[in-house]
């Protein structure tokens, strides 16, 4: 079986999860944002208060208006929200639970996914590479899914049940989504439609499940 990816190695902390429930009015100084880093993030003149929105329907059909806001989006923002993906509802929602469930599990059980000081597969931290950083308030459970030789399994968790089943149903609409995307985006960069995709499917594709204390 081909060697996994190393993703980036990353500095263990103690979970927010736990600080929040051993003292839940104390945060620390390394997890506060500066007022001058917070403008620096909300400084944005030349753009829109509003967040693009893709109907990846219109744009799989080839939507020429739908086309013309996906190009403005990758080019202006970087980033954009999609509707009309296809993705059911109930399994959003069960992938909504089962990562519920599963930062509600007693911390022994979650540490038995804990991610490794040498990189970030797992429940942890992850990108932490400096004692300087602000870190984010949160947890995270963090997994490659795609190449599936690629997939570390020890770090999939058993529990919640049916969880492993859930991550690989919502992981594979996920891909699907991606290659839609890229297939536009080899569009409207004046290629034919799956040439991105043809040089990106042997990336890795990392689902990541964020916690944020209450």
């Keep these: 079986m081909e060697e ?3 993703l980036a190695p ?18 620390p100084i390394g997890y ?3 007022q001058e880093e917070l403008e620096k993030a909300n400084y944005m003149p030349h753009l829109s208060s509003e967040i693009p929105v893709i109907d990846l329907a219109l744009l799989s059909n080839g939507n020429k208006e739908e086309l013309l806001k996906f190009d403005v989006a990758c080019k202006e923002w970087g980033f954009f929200q999609i509707v009309n993906h296809g993705v059911q509802t109930e399994l959003m929602q069960k992938m909504k639970d089962a990562a519920s469930e599963f930062f509600n599990l007693p ?4 540490n038995k996914y804990a991610m490794v000081s040498s990189e ?3 429940y942890g931290k992850g990108c932490v590479v400096s004692g300087e950083q602000t870190l984010d308030w949160s947890d995270s459970l963090i997994l490659i899914t795609y190449p599936t030789q690629y997939r570390k399994l020890q770090f999939w968790p058993k529990t919640p049940e049916g969880f492993m089943e859930i991550i690989e149903a919502y992981a594979s609409e996920v891909r699907r989504v991606g290659e839609e995307l890229l297939s536009s985006m080899s569009v409207i960069m004046g290629m034919r439609k799956h040439v ?15 916690y944020y204390p209450p």
């Design 10 to 27: 990353s500095i263990p902390l103690e979970n927010v999860q736990e600080m929040v429930r051993n003292d839940p009015l104390h945060v």
């Design 32 to 34: 506060v944002t500066s």
């Design 196 to 210: 991105l995709f043809g040089l990106h499917k042997e990336s890795y594709q990392v689902l990541r499940l964020n």
């Design 120 to 122: 970030t597969h797992g």
């Design 107 to 110: 911390i022994e059980e979650k």
């Design 4 to 6: 996994a990816p190393t």
